[in-house]
């Protein structure tokens, strides 16, 4: 897919489907006015006036061979409002105007850019945004059907009044973050007889072959055992799939790293503890806070971003087996803390604790984001449309959320009290690893806060926003790729500025 942007007059311009973002307003805002011929105008207006468009969010309208442009088709796309639109907003008219699309034979797509279109926003953050989201709508999984789906569209060019330099380098930061995300998205969806630790280290060698600023170095599981990560091996050892550490190391800057941290259960079934089988293939989703891991480090390798950062991927299978882990034993950890484990499928928790000491130990980051799948009690608490923002400090906190508000792919804020710690205590470990039934999501939390306490920490529990579940629809959804790049983008800002 190409994505380009041109100042070059709409008029004159080429293209299978010329989309304009239109509001509810029967008289047209003086961009648009300014921008197309008389008779364009008229036919929009002549739509308006048939009822055949109103502006309504999400609304369609195809006019063919438009008069006065050489576009093929010109899309009138209801933006809902004559005020400027939020991120989410542009996100669901954005995936209504491909669907419309991907109904005709479109292959090349024109995009008029309003400047004022997007809510605090400048033009070249609506062009990034827009890339990823085109992007994102236009996606499809289909490597394992027999019969592809034909090509849609190949080229998407971005309409705008002047294609700076800043315009184009909007246009490269959008299709990285949208390499990201697909990247996010194929591997959770990937069936996880395929995608399970040996493939995604071999997976991890090939991107440090390809970009010179990536390192890569895994961790064996008879190196895990002899670093001591009782809990994670008592996981990994219930599946003869072998578990394995994953660590990117990019270097595109010196100092103190930031480090991320990915759960990644290729299958989870519970262990001895089985889940129960209605649904229970959704667990190959178990792996998405290391896909988004996977994402992030590609989307910071195409933008070449000027950051240091250590991307670690904890990859393990929770299987019931004669050498799994039972309720009642009890592990060390590579800090040293005992658990009781009294369900073994609390298994997120057990594989990220020893991975946040080890990479804390090894790398000693200035600052560690962990990504996880953890609790069905986060979806319960949240729903889809927010993950969980967890954080030993503040400032951490709102620098993530902050990065979630801009690019759509929101958090929200939960508490790590010390008041729910308690829920932890075991009679015969220095913890449990469940916390009962009460406040799922922050207990897991208040379990990994044990293994952050020396580090500025976030978790994000994003069990609701990684994938949608359910029938036909069901797909990884590429998040939290969006909030991380960003929250990347910004702390690399922040230190040239300073
Ligand atoms: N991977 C699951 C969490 C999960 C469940 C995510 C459903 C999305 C949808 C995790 O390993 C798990 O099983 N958690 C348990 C914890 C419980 C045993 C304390 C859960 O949420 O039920
Ligand atoms: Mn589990
Ligand atoms: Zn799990």
Known sequence: MEYTVTNKAVTKFKSDCLIIPVGPSAALPEFLLETLPEATISAIKACIKLGDFAGKAQQTTIIAAPEGLEAKRLLLLGTGTDQPLSIVALAKIVQSAISAVKATGAKSLSWLLSPTLLDGHSVDEQLRETVRLVDAALYRFDQYRSKKSPATVTRCTFMVEAASTSAKQAVVEGKAIAAGVALARDLGNEPPNVCFPAWLSELAHSMGKQYDKLKVSIVSEKQAEKLGMGAFCAVSRGSEREGQIIVFEYKGAKGKPTALVGK??????????????????????????????????????????????????????????????????????????????????????????????????????????????????????????????????????????????????????????????????SPFADMANIGGPKGGSITAACFLSRFTKESRWAHLDIAGTAWVGGGKGKGATGRPVPMLTRYLMNTAKTKTVK
Not at 405 to 413: C, I
């Open 264 to 425: 990644g259960i290729t299958f989870d079934t519970g262990g001895i503890s089985l889940k129960p089988g209605s649904a229970m293939d959704e667990m190959k989703y178990d792996m998405c806070g290391a896909a988004s891991v996977f994402g992030t480090v590609k989307a910071v390798c195409e933008m070449d971003l000027p950051i240091h950062l250590v991307a670690c991927v904890v990859a393990a299978e929770n299987m019931p087996d004669g050498r799994a882990c039972r309720p009642g034993d009890i592990v060390k950890t590579m800090s040293g803390q005992t658990v009781e484990i009294l369900n073994t499928d609390a298994e997120g928790r057990l594989v990220l604790c020893d991975a946040l000491t080890y990479v804390q130990q090894r790398y000693k980051p200035e600052t560690v984001v962990d990504i996880a799948t953890l609790t069905g009690a986060c979806v319960v608490a949240l729903g889809s449309h927010a993950q969980a923002v967890y954080a030993n400090d503040d400032a951490l906190s709102e620098a993530l959320l902050s990065a979630g508000k801009q690019t759509g792919d929101r958090g929200w804020a939960m508490p790590l009290w010390d008041d729910y710690q308690e829920q932890l205590d």
